[in-house]
């Protein structure tokens, strides 16, 4: 008896155990069911993860943790239950609690394999309880393409409650490339209002547009009042702020006196990324001048302070090669006269150029 192998329901029932071993076990045991070769037996354990999460005491944040790592893909004929279940479940937890992101990440991958299950994401879009609709909007982005149709009903979710709000800005980020015209009003409006975290997921998703486009070679996204917006982001406290401004600006050009003013401004900058980045966004604008050169020379040369190699390298490592090519002779002087791995580095970036 000892050596019984247990069913998915006793594992279920462990999970809850007071024993910290006696859950570990079930985790174990429960995602070695969740993935194995065996489909009846994959599917019956996700079955009782599912109608384990509708009980009273249920280990809701464990099993959807389970769901989500463990169970790929979900067979379609669970899609509707397995909805229903993790919506339920989740009005019984906090907006805050880890275990939401979970649950968004199992009904991205229901929705996935099962795009009709979109009607039902959408309706957790508006649910009472802020849990659910974070959850909801947060799996959106994840689904792709077939939950384009829902990003207008993200936008105004972007005044929802903060976890809510930054779930609903990730997802609108994740597919603006597919719809454009709905995402991108919605970011610029984010730039200019937002701070922190979500002012950084708003540059970042625009810088993403942009840089899709150029890739294409299609027109760059109407972005009106942009320079205006960035102002206070190219000033902001965090570095990573600063870094996003900076190179969408660098990418959006030409750009007016005032910001180039600005730009060339953080070229004194404390971070090493944040003057780089300044740099290289100069560059873009056709707006090279000795010292922009120079502190990029500086920083490729620091081989005593390795952040500021590699806020250059990093800075330099996806710039076109029009650009490039405007330092390349500092790059030639670099890797004729410095030493170390940052000049491999340096002289890889060389054979990129003609």
Wanted: hydrophobic fraction near 50%; charged fraction near 25%.
């Amino acid at each position: 008896m000892a050596n019984r192998v247990r069913s998915a329901d006793e594992w279920v029932v462990l999970l809850s155990s007071p024993s910290a071993s006696e859950r570990e076990r079930a985790v174990e045991g429960l995602g070695d069911a969740l993935g194995a070769e065996d489909e009846a037996l994959r599917e019956r354990t996700a079955q009782s993860l599912l109608d384990a999460l509708g009980q009273p005491g249920a280990a809701v944040g464990a099993i959807l943790s389970l769901l989500q790592s463990a169970w790929w893909p979900p067979p379609v004929r669970l899609a509707d239950a397995a909805m229903r279940a993790v919506t339920a479940a989740l009005a019984t937890v906090d907006v805050a609690s880890p275990a939401v992101e979970d649950a968004a990440l199992v009904l991205a991958n229901v929705c996935r394999v099962a795009p009709g299950q979109c009607a039902a994401l959408e309706a957790a879009l508006g649910h009472g309880r802020a849990s659910v609709r974070r959850a909801a909007a947060g799996a959106v982005g994840r689904v792709g393409e077939a939950a384009v149709p829902l990003l207008p009903r993200l936008v105004p979710m972007l005044q929802d409650e903060e976890d809510v709000a930054g779930a609903a800005l990730e997802s609108l980020g994740a597919l603006a490339s597919l719809a454009p015209g709905v995402a991108t009003p919605a970011l610029l409006e984010q730039v200019r209002t937002v701070e922190g975290a979500r002012l950084y997921l708003a540059l970042t998703a625009l810088r993403s547009l942009v840089e899709d486009a150029r890739r294409k070679g299609a027109p760059l996204p109407a972005l009106p009042g942009l320079e205006a917006s960035l102002h206070r982001a190219v000033k902001e406290g965090e570095p990573a702020i600063r870094v996003e401004a900076l190179t969408l600006l660098g990418l959006t050009g030409p750009a007016s006196p005032d910001v180039l003013e600005r730009v060339s401004g953080r070229l004194q900058d404390t971070n090493p990324s944040v003057a780089a980045c300044a740099a290289v966004a100069l560059l873009r604008l056709d707006a090279s001048s000795p010292a922009v050169v120079a502190l990029l020379e500086f920083q490729l040369r620091a081989v005593e302070a390795p952040e500021q190699q590699e806020a250059a390298l990093s800075a330099l490592e996806d710039v076109e090669l029009a650009t490039l090519s405007r330092v390349k002779e500092m790059l030639r002087r670099v890797t004729d006269t410095s030493s170390g791995p940052g000049r491999d580095s340096v002289r890889r970036l060389l054979e990129r150029l003609p």
